[in-house]
Every structure is written in structure tokens, then in C-alpha cells.
């Protein structure tokens, strides 16, 4: 990767991060370390059996990560499922010019790579998660910039998403679906802690169910709508009504605006697919399956 800012690229190995430790927090260097899979804007690292390290890599601010460093550690302690907390600082340096995190890992294997087998309990187990997580967030909190707006103000990013992904088959009644999400009324309520970016990357699983939340860096005070989604995106077929039963704070309006951002999240897995099948960057050739089965459940509706 190349540093924002600089014209050094800066490869990041496990000798790096071991070096970058031995800096700035000597007492954890030792631990055993390993990359994990996935990321993109920042690279994990196992460290030991209970931490991880994230490093900024290819987001271009720090934001992320400053954001969760800021309000993880406010969010965790009332929630129901594990999330990662930061626990140590990694500051910019000579080294490494970006900063990066030690954060408690949360065990599990992602969805996207696993399934959830008990269904009723994942819906529940969503919907306490996402009851407890949509308070209403203090002044301070971050609001959203590329995400968080009613449907209306997303039509061009539904449309670039429609025409880039072979749904021919389908396109009408997803449409059909969106344009109702736009038509919805506002939220109307108070902006509520949103995770922001809920999909099967981002959820853990063990024993056949929901086991934690990972990577909170485009948290947001907004609409909970955008988190609802996942009602469609995350969950097996059948269940998305158990969901909302469970959650039980979600009008019409917003169960619809979440099921247009619902569509919208699928195609863009189904595109994310696509690009990993021509080998583009940040690719994903599993999510292609995954975005599809998920827009099916969208178009079946409660």
C-alpha cells in the first residue's frame, strides 16, 4: 500500500507489526501473531488469544479508527454481544506513518464464510443487539457522510449498483422495492448509535448463530434503518418477521426505508462478487452467491 501523503510504500508484514509492538507496547511482542483474511481499509492481525492489532491500510484517514478507539469503549459495556474495545494506541511513526490499534478479539468465524443454521435464535439475537445498540447518541457523536441518508438521497448509488450487476431476472420487482423505500416517510425520531455496516464480513458466527459484531469504524447518530437491513442481508430466509417482532420498535416506514437500503447493500455484494471474479481490487468472489440469496429474501418481504 502506498501512505496517504507520502510516496513510500509501506508493506505491512508480521515482522512490522511485531517491530511496530516492541516500539510502542513492549509487553505484548511476544505474543503469537498471524494475519487474519479479509479486511481492506485495515489489516487484522492476531495477537495471542485475545487481542488483535488493526492497521490502517488502505483508508485514507485515520477516521475509522479514531472513531472506535472514541466510542467503542462507551458502546461495548451495555451490549449483548461481544464487539472488539481498543485496549492500546498505535501512533503514527517513522516506522509506520498510520495509525493503527490493539482491539479485544472476538471469537467466531464471519458469516461470509459460515451460516447460520438456527435461525429463530440469530433473529433474536440480532434484534436485542440492535434494541439496545439504537439509543439515542449524544451531540458529540459522529454523524454519517457517504451512508445514513433517507433512501431518496441514494438513488444514484441504487442505479449505479442496478445496472452493474446481472439481476435482469429480478430488476423490476427490485426496483419496485427501492422506489417504495423512497417513497417511505423520514425517520422521525431522534438519531439513534447506528453500526452502519452490517454485513456477512462484519457478524461473527459460532454454533449455528449470531456470536458478535466486528468493525465499527462507519458508525453513525442517524436513522436506524441502515442497520434493520440486516434483517434481509444477514439473516436465513423466514425469519426477518420474527426479527422485527423481537426488535419491536420499527414502524412501517422504517421496516420500509430498511428493506429498500436492504436491496441496495445486496447489490452491492453482488457487485463486490463480480469484481472478485475478474480479479479487480477488493474483490470478493464468495459474496457474489451471498448478495443474491440475500435479494431473494429481500423480494419475499416479511
Known sequence: MTDTGTATPTEITADLVRALLKEQHPDLAALPLREVAGGWGNQMWRLGDELAVRMQRMDPTPEHQLKER??????????????PTPVRFGEPSERFPKHWTVMTWVPGEPLDHGSITRGAHAADTLADFLRALHVPAPADAPTARDRGAHPKHCTDGFEHFLRSVAVDDIAAEVRAVWDDAVAAPEWEGPPVWVHGDLHPANVVVSDGTLSGIVDFGDMFAGDPAWDLA???????????????????HADDATIRR??????????FLILMGHNGDRGLPGGKPHWGPVGRAALERVLRGL
Open 70 to 83: 472514541r466510542w467503542l469503549p462507551v458502546l461495548a459495556p451495555r451490549l449483548p454481544l461481544p464487539v
Open 258 to 267: 430498511a428493506r429498500g437500503l436492504a436491496a441496495t447493500k445486496c447489490l
Open 230 to 248: 440486516a434483517a434481509w442481508v444477514l439473516l436465513p430466509a423466514g425469519t426477518a418477521a420474527r426479527f422485527f417482532d423481537t426488535y419491536a
